[in-house]
């Protein structure tokens, strides 16, 4: 390790996990790494990472310990749970969670941390399993500014446009409202494909026209081409944008705000986990729609 930085741990190693460990190790750190199956911990100990047998071994030998789960009933288990990082921590730990859960389980979390002296910042991150593996994520923090200060050069590691955005849970606000953007988008990709394509134009031209103008968008962009070829590997699996809507509704619910179309796109996430495709990309939505109009663009 070089001197100056700072011992971290990783736990959660799986799409964005692991490349984001990655390039931890090409910024100059040896993080000890734990993951819930072994074969990712065993893969990142060849490329310089130390390897962990529990999450509370991983916060006995780390002063910044990083999570990077799938749902809030994770990160309470791994943080507060047996052979979790309480466990082993030790006061002045910094735990930054990384993954997307709701804000109502992060303050629950940082509150029982803090009586043992753990701080923590919730660190969402945006820009897809592409932007963690060419350290080019949005990382969007709440907490402490000074524990976000000390986290800077960890997130300057992974991420470009890092943004503290309010005391702790903040992060997971504005990720929740990224969220909602997504989805909303790919929703409304999905109807002109196949609104387009069923009408008679081959779906290329859309795209590419789409692409020129006001439509233009991330969505269109990166899942365009793939979504056209039917090809949904994730990327970020549809079951984890069901979860992201749930947190997103709840969030809602809590502050008194309607969201009309996000509960509704909720509901075809919910159906296409239901019909057994949570683990396709989550711009297989569009199989939703080609449902609804018995239209398939693939098949154009
Ligand atoms: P993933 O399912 O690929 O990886 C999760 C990893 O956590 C797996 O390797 C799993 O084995 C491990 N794990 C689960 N429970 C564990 C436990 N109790 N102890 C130790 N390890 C455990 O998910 P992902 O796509 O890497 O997403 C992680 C988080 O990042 C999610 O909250 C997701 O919403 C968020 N996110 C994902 C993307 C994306 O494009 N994939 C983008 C932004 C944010």
């Known amino acids: 390790?070089?001197?100056?930085?700072?011992?971290?741990?990783?736990?959660?190693?799986?799409?964005?996990?692991?490349?984001?460990?990655?390039?931890?190790?090409?910024?100059?750190?040896?993080?000890?790494?734990?993951?819930?199956?072994?074969?990712?911990?065993?893969?990142?100990?060849?490329?310089?990472?130390?390897?962990?047998?529990?999450?509370?071994?991983?916060?006995?030998?780390?002063?910044?310990?990083?999570?990077?789960l799938p749902d809030s009933p994770d990160v309470e288990a791994v943080v507060l749970g047996k052979n979790g990082v309480l466990e082993g921590a030790k006061k002045g730990l910094l735990l930054i969670d990384m993954s997307t859960i709701s804000p109502v389980m992060t303050r629950k979390i940082a509150a029982e941390i803090e009586k043992a002296g753990v701080q923590m910042l919730d660190a969402p991150v945006s820009g897809g399993d592409k932007g963690a593996i060419a350290?080019?994520?949005?990382?969007?923090?709440?907490?402490?500014?000074?524990?976000?200060?000390?986290?800077?050069?960890?997130?300057?590691?992974?991420?470009?446009?890092?943004?503290?955005?309010?005391?702790?849970?903040?992060?997971?606000?504005?990720?929740?409202?990224?969220?909602?953007?997504?989805?909303?988008?790919?929703?409304?990709?999905?109807e002109a494909m196949v609104l387009g394509s069923k009408a008679g134009v081959d779906p290329d031209v859309i795209l590419e026209v789409l692409s020129g103008g006001l439509a233009q968008n991330r969505v269109l962009d990166l899942r365009g081409p793939t979504m056209i070829n039917h090809d949904f590997t994730p990327g970020f699996k549809a079951r984890l944008h069901r979860k992201d809507m749930s947190i997103i509704l709840e969030t809602a619910r809590e502050f008194g705000v309607a969201l009309p179309v996000s509960a509704l796109v909720d509901q075809m996430f919910?159906?296409?986990?239901?019909?057994?495709?949570?683990?396709?990309?989550?711009?297989?939505?569009?199989?939703?729609?080609?449902?609804l109009s018995n239209h398939s663009i693939n098949e154009a």
Do not use: W
């Open 1 to 68: 390790m070089e001197r100056g930085k700072e011992n971290i741990g990783f736990i959660g190693l799986g799409i964005m996990g692991k490349p984001m460990v990655r390039n931890l190790i090409t910024a100059g750190y040896v993080p000890r790494v734990y993951n819930r199956s072994r074969a990712a911990v065993i893969e990142l100990e060849a490329e310089g990472a130390t390897a962990a047998n529990s999450s509370k071994e991983v916060a006995e030998q780390s002063n910044i310990v990083i999570t990077m």
């Open 135 to 190: 350290g080019t994520l949005s990382i969007m923090a709440g907490g402490d500014v000074n524990d976000f200060n000390r986290a800077l050069p960890v997130f300057e590691a992974m991420g470009k446009t890092i943004r503290h955005c309010g005391p702790v849970g903040s992060g997971q606000i504005v990720k929740a409202c990224n969220q909602v953007v997504v989805a909303l988008v790919i929703e409304a990709v999905s």
């Open 270 to 291: 919910t159906h296409l986990v239901a019909s057994g495709n949570g683990d396709l990309d989550h711009s297989a939505l569009l199989l939703v729609i080609e449902g």
